[in-house]
């Protein structure tokens, strides 16, 4: 008897614990009382309600609304008692005495039977939806404005596919105008000519049956193509991700189409082949020339050949080594670049000691091309890193004799030019287009004749250029004309000393 006690006395204590936790707000009413008198509330219906225990409990349920209300609710309350049957309505509209306007939320009525099975007790239950509206619309514009401002496209299908909510992005990549309505999503793609980058349709009809039957969709690749079924890489390509959605109670209810515009990452995915390809054709040659000259050297030699024909064999080696080295130094210092890491050791030096020095240097080894040298002033001191400098004017006198026919003249000229010193390197080859010139100091950049027909490079030595000397301060440009061969100029502040010393003619 005493553990019955204490099991219903604890009972009693869930129950009320429950009551005073819960959002929804539960009132007790005598239901034999023809004013159904309020017998208990929790603490949410007292909130619901604007009104405190003490004023609430013991009136009259009715007085806790507008008078204008009470005959409504006393009907159905009566109703309640004379049927046995709960009562419930999904939006209940009531005025609270407290005077704010109020909307009910499933409110419920629940009869409560004596042991004789008579109708004691009402039980009202019921929340408070005058907010909720707000809430949601607060939560809509917010999810609105993400979406809107989201840089893939994101489409809101229902149950048959038609697009019920876009974003711009979305709406610019279907091209849709902001009067379409309600256009099908599959047809709206299907304008659009998609295929597969390998030339097959893309089934945009069967892809939105699928999603809508409940399948995931992740990242399918397409380019828009033409309607006569040809397809430019060039063109505009599109991800699309897609995901059914399902309401509360598990039902489908449509889909959410995401489509992103992956047209410039396809490019530079293509880019970064066509580089990967190149340097791995631009260290292929060099590398099979040293492996073949260095087993022939080696027969040679078990053949007891001549020192001469070794050494030059071994010659070759040596060339192409230095080739090889010279492209794995291009590409760390394009990757130091990149990064911002370029490191250069400024120092003063005479720029016209380097540029005699270097030319003289050439001179000794180039038999292919006349070179002349014409030094205007001197000392032309720079402030600038002499080792870079170096490589900077071995690349325009190493392309100047590259891109030029056999027997022709290279010059180069420097002179002092206000307070900067001015280095010219001229040659009479084919000229690069004036449309070309723009793209002349980019990274990988290769007019595609000179890459078809010259012992290659990577395309990175003018660009590595260009950054050493912007990096001392200077300017590095083309002048060409096709057909009439280019001119590479260098411009270099002079440092204080330089604009203070004399000048002497070469
Ligand atoms: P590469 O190692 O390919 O020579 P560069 O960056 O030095 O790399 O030159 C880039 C491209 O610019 C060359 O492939 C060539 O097409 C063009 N070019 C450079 N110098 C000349 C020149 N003097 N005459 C004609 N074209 C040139």
């Known amino acids: 008897m005493a553990q019955m006690q204490t099991l219903a006395a604890s009972t009693d204590a869930v129950q009320r614990l429950v009551l005073a936790e819960i959002a929804e707000g539960v009132a007790l009413l005598d239901a034999r009382d023809p004013v159904f008198a309020l017998l208990d509330i929790n603490p949410a219906g007292r909130t619901l309600l604007a009104h405190h225990r003490p004023a609430l409990v013991g009136q009259p349920w009715a007085s806790a609304f507008d008078p204008a209300d009470a005959p409504a609710l006393l009907a159905i309350l009566r109703r309640v008692v004379a049927t046995g049957e709960s009562y419930t309505a999904h939006a209940y509209p009531c005025r609270r005495a407290a005077g704010r306007g109020a909307v009910y939320r499933d409110w419920k009525c629940v009869p409560v039977r004596d042991d004789a099975g008579a109708v004691e007790?009402?039980?009202?239950?019921?929340?408070?939806?005058?907010?909720?509206?707000?809430?949601?619309?607060?939560?809509?514009?917010?999810?609105?404005?993400?979406?809107?401002?989201?840089?893939?496209?994101?489409?809101?299908?229902?149950?048959?596919?038609?697009?019920?909510?876009?974003?711009?992005?979305?709406?610019?990549?279907?091209?849709?105008?902001?009067?379409?309505?309600?256009?099908?999503?599959?047809?709206?793609?299907?304008?659009?000519?998609?295929?597969?980058?390998?030339?097959?349709?893309?089934?945009?009809?069967?892809?939105?049956?699928?999603?809508?039957?409940?399948?995931?969709?992740?990242?399918?690749?397409?380019?828009?193509?033409?309607?006569?079924?040809?397809?430019?890489?060039?063109?505009?390509?599109?991800?699309?991700?897609?995901?059914?959605?399902?309401?509360?109670?598990?039902?489908?209810?449509?889909?959410?189409?995401?489509?992103?515009?992956?047209?410039?990452?396809?490019?530079?995915?293509?880019?970064?082949?066509?580089?990967?390809?190149?340097?791995?054709?631009?260290?292929?040659?060099?590398?099979?020339?040293?492996?073949?000259?260095?087993?022939?050297?080696?027969?040679a030699a078990q053949r007891g050949a001549t020192g001469e024909r070794i050494t030059r064999h071994l010659q070759v080696v040596d060339q192409q080594s230095e080739r090889l080295g010279r492209l794995v130094g291009e590409l760390s210092d394009v990757g130091r670049i990149q990064q911002g890491r370029l490191q250069q050791e400024l120092v003063d030096f005479d720029l016209a000691l380097l540029t005699h020095t270097l030319v003289e240097q050439q001179r000794v080894t180039l038999t292919s091309h006349r070179l002349r040298l014409t030094i205007a002033d001197a000392p032309l001191i720079v402030h600038a890193d002499p080792h870079r400098i170096e490589q900077v004017i071995t690349n325009l006198l190493t392309n100047a004799v590259k891109y030029s026919p056999e027997a022709s003249d290279v010059t180069v000229t420097l002179a002092r030019q206000g307070d900067t010193a001015h280095l010219a390197v001229r040659d009479a080859g084919a000229g690069i287009p004036r449309t070309e010139l723009p793209r002349l100091f980019g990274r990988f950049y290769r007019a595609a004749d000179t890459a078809a027909g010259h012992p290659g490079g990577l395309g990175l030595g003018l660009f590595i250029a260009r950054e050493i000397v912007t990096g001392s301060g200077g300017r590095l440009w083309a002048e060409s004309e096709e057909g009439q061969g280019s001119t590479f100029h260098v411009v270099l502040p002079l440092t204080g000393a330089s604009l203070d010393s004399g000048q002497r003619r070469h």
Request: aromatic share 2%.
């Open 121 to 299: 007790r009402l039980m009202v239950i019921f929340t408070d939806a005058t907010e909720q509206p707000q809430r949601r619309s607060g939560r809509a514009a917010q999810l609105e404005a993400i979406i809107g401002g989201m840089l893939d496209g994101v489409v809101i299908l229902d149950l048959c596919g038609r697009v019920l909510e876009t974003n711009e992005a979305g709406r610019a990549l279907l091209n849709l105008t902001p009067d379409s309505h309600e256009p099908l999503l599959g047809e709206a793609l299907a304008a659009l000519c998609p295929r597969y980058a390998d030339g097959r349709i893309f089934e945009a009809g069967d892809l939105v049956t699928a999603v809508l039957a409940g399948q995931t969709i992740a990242d399918e690749e397409f380019v828009l193509g033409e309607p006569d079924g040809s397809v430019d890489t060039n063109k505009r390509a599109v991800s699309l991700s897609a995901a059914p959605v399902r309401d509360t109670q598990g039902q489908a209810s449509g889909a959410v189409i995401l489509l992103r515009d992956i047209t410039a990452q396809k490019r530079a995915d293509r880019e970064k082949d066509a580089i990967l390809s190149l340097i791995a054709h631009e260290v292929k040659s060099p590398l099979t020339a040293i492996k073949g000259f260095a087993q022939l050297a080696t027969r």
